[in-house]
């Protein structure tokens, strides 16, 4: 059932502004929500709902006073990779059941200055590094469209949250497409900027020349709400008149209903499509595994082998297997990593932007997943963190078991509103044409 807790965060806002409606109200319809449906989702590792009060009269204060900043009174979850002062932060890791940090993540700190009210901490898969959200330590995030189903991850918990209504906006980290994974298989949005965009002090690394931290939310014009707040950038954009589709890239064929999907995101685009080349599509993501393996083993490197025990079974063993990167592996993926820069430059000389798929495959099982989810799943979202380019996720429908699709536009550096435009643009196409899309 519809409530405020499902209202956009741009509507919230407008309804703020226009005193139809009080911070104090959308935070108990949040509450609610969160005491409805976190039981069953196990989205939060740790809930701040008294804090957030404390920041709902605060907003409702600024409102009556007209001095309101951009997110004031919007809910909004925290992935549980940043730091928050006097909050307990996990990164996922039982390690760090007990850890509560004395400052914010610069991220954070935006946040609470431009008014959010901050409900909890979000579940990730351990020190991010996984597709699934399938905690060994406190748990498995479950999908809100099929609770026997992954998320995705890691940020699987900020996009489970808000596509429950358990929040408006969050923040998610992306090292492969961990926010863009979790965006598509729950039905939401969410923005992988440009490398280096949003300040990632204070958020534990993975792989730090692949990481990103970015915004997430229901939709493409939320996603730009909490872009511009972090950012304190806003900007006019031109329209995209040409969108490139590269069939190099689909090393792993969609499944039939995320093909249909795509098809139809194809036909909604209002602008030329122009069919390029991506050579040495099939270098990048082993490039990638060599890089984000070699840059873990040294961001785990006070911790592991140390307290290996304390590990979960699968981030346990891609740190043992990373041992065998040498430095030459390193320095030859890295090269390989110079030529996806010049491919993505050669493409962006002919389109405005790509559009591609967002994973090949629908979210798995959470008992079981297949042999090859794990490269299915990354195929399309590993290419943008190997060039450091902004790419965002839009909500396109369903598959044929009723299974969130997403896909994603892809821009040059530094094109984050250019691209969420087009993404605006293509949702409400979308949406207009088949209320399963929204």
């Known amino acids: 059932m519809s409530s405020l807790a499902d209202l956009s965060a741009v509507e919230m806002r407008a309804r703020f ?9 959308v935070l108990d319809a949040t509450e609610a929500r969160i005491a409805e449906r976190e039981p069953e989702l196990n989205a939060f590792i740790t809930l701040t709902l008294d804090a957030a009060r404390d920041q709902a009269r605060a907003a409702e204060r600024a409102y009556r006073d007209g001095t309101a900043e951009a997110l004031a009174g919007i809910p909004v979850a925290v992935k549980d990779l940043f730091d928050t002062a006097g909050v307990r932060t996990t990164y996922g890791s039982v390690i760090f059941d007990d850890h509560v940090p004395d400052q914010d993540a610069d991220a954070v700190r935006i946040l609470k200055q431009a008014g959010a009210m901050i409900v909890g901490k979000t579940l990730t898969h351990e020190f991010a590094w996984g597709i699934t959200s399938a905690n060994p330590h406190f748990g498995p995030c479950r999908n809100p469209h099929d ?9 699987g918990g900020s996009a489970a949250a808000l596509a429950a209504g358990m929040c408006a906006l969050a923040l998610g980290s992306d090292t492969g497409g961990s926010i863009r994974i979790p965006a598509a298989f729950c039905g939401v949005s969410g923005l992988k900027p440009t490398y280096g965009r949003i300040s990632m002090r204070g958020v534990f690394p993975l792989a730090p020349s692949l990481d990103h931290a970015g915004p997430m939310a229901r939709t493409p ?16 954009v031109q329209p995209a008149t040409r969108i490139a589709l590269c069939p190099d890239l689909h090393l792993h064929a969609p499944d039939p209903g995320i093909q249909r999907a795509f098809d139809a995101a194809v036909a909604a685009l209002d602008a030329d499509l122009v069919e390029l080349n991506f050579p040495g599509a099939e270098r990048i993501h082993p490039a990638f595994q060599r890089i984000q393996a070699a840059e873990a083993r040294h961001s785990h490197r006070s911790l592991f082998p140390a307290h290996a025990d304390r590990y979960g079974a699968d981030v346990k063993m891609r740190l043992e297997r990373a041992r065998d990167v040498s430095l030459d592996d390193y ?21 405005d932007m790509l559009l591609t798929p967002i994973a090949a495959t629908a979210p798995a099982p959470i008992a079981q997943q297949p042999p090859d989810f794990r490269e299915r799943v990354l195929t399309y979202t590993v290419p943008q963190d190997m060039a450091g380019l902004p790419a965002v996720a839009v909500p396109a429908g369903v598959d044929d078991d009723g299974l969130p699709v997403g896909v994603q536009l892809t821009g040059p550096a530094g094109g984050e509103h250019r691209v969420l435009a087009a993404a605006e643009a293509l949702y409400a196409a979308l949406t207009a044409a088949s209320p399963s899309a929204r």
């Open 17 to 25: 502004l226009a005193r139809e409606l009080s911070p104090v109200e």
């Open 147 to 155: 609770t026997e189903r992954v998320p995705g991850g890691s940020s």
């Open 331 to 351: 320095v030859t993926a890295t090269a390989a990593r110079a030529a996806v820069h010049s491919t993505f430059a050669a493409l962006f000389e002919h389109a």
């Open 221 to 236: 014009a939320d996603v730009r709400l909490l872009y511009d707040a972090l950012t304190q950038q806003r900007a006019e």
